[in-house]
């Protein structure tokens, strides 16, 4: 079994599908229609991810993961949402929640994200870098960019759009140095680099690929690209070849729906892609 996992929401149609998604996958799915069963289930069992919708009667998923936090303060959730805004992901970040997904999603990005999830949970955090990644210089370069940004209000997201430049990811080291030379919590820096996708805590390699898998790429056949790819090159999504030659990614719309599918190497587009060009196309960049 992948993980023990607990959805919640009030529409049958949203728990069925994330059961019939998840399950085949190896993970043990239970349901919930209200809050309130949910926290009924919590206290008899152990989960590895709370899947929870926002705009719930009697309940919202808000005071729910409020309620939630206070009783296990280190459980992943990841929200699902038919009413994204800027307000709920703020709240919600500040509830510590590990993504958030806008419905409809499509099944490869719901177990994507679940498979994400139950990651980050079993290793606790992500793996330390290599002793190349961090060294005397680099924490000095990070300590330029930190006082570049440090007295700007929202200084966060430009300090790790730059750090990650610099180092390529954002290793839990250089997020503790940047935590305390921004003087905020680690947990804070943390939750910012786990939730936007351009961010990444893992090392890339020479030519990194990112997959859509967006509605519009998902229903013209990103899934097949994605094991295309994670075949030709013997990883998995989120792995690196052992050469360091390729890395390998899913992310959100890419802003190029009407090229879909799309894959983006380094910062080349490539629309229209199918699984028999992406492998020609993975040849250019071996050359
Ligand atoms: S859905 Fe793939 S680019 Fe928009």
Redo the contacts with the bound molecule.
């Keep these: 079994m992948k993980g023990n996992i607990l959805v919640v929401d009030d529409e049958q149609v949203v728990l069925k599908s994330c059961e019939r998604i998840l399950t085949p996958e190896g993970y043990q799915v239970n349901t919930a229609a209200s809050a309130k069963e949910a926290l009924g289930l919590l206290d008899k069992s152990q989960y590895d991810l709370i899947i929870t919708d926002l705009m719930m009667p009697e309940m919202n998923g808000l005071d729910f993961m409020k309620q939630v936090r206070t009783k296990n303060p280190d459980i992943n959730i990841v929200v699902i949402t038919g009413y994204p805004s800027q307000e709920s992901i703020k709240e919600s970040l500040s509830l510590r929640i590990v993504d958030y997904l806008p419905k409809p999603f499509s099944p490869i990005l719901l177990l994507d994200v679940t498979n994400k999830a139950v990651e980050l949970k079993k290793k606790g955090v992500a793996p330390e870098p290599q002793a190349e990644d961090y060294t005397e210089e680099t924490a000095a370069k990070l300590d330029e960019i930190i006082k570049k940004h440090k007295d700007r209000p929202g200084s966060l997201i430009p300090v790790l759009q730059e750090s990650q430049e610099l180092v390529g990811y954002l290793p839990p080291v250089v997020q503790r140095h940047i935590a305390k030379g921004l003087k905020a919590p680690v947990s804070e820096v943390h939750g910012v680099v786990s939730f936007y996708s351009f961010f990444t805590m893992k090392p890339k390699g020479k030519h990194n690929i990112r997959v859509?898998l967006?509605?519009?790429?998902?229903v013209k056949g990103?899934e097949e690209i994605v094991k295309k790819i994670g075949d030709g090159l013997g990883i998995e999504v989120g792995g690196i070849t052992g050469d360091k030659k390729f890395s390998f990614e899913t992310v959100r719309?890419?802003?190029?729906?009407g090229?879909?599918?799309?894959v983006v190497v380094d910062k080349d587009t490539h629309g229209s892609i199918n699984p028999v060009k992406v492998l020609d196309l993975l040849k250019d960049y071996e050359a």
Aim: net charge neutral; charged share 0%; hydrophobic share 45%.
């Design positions: 859509c967006g509605t519009a790429c998902y990103a719309c890419l802003g190029a729906c090229l879909a599918p799309v």
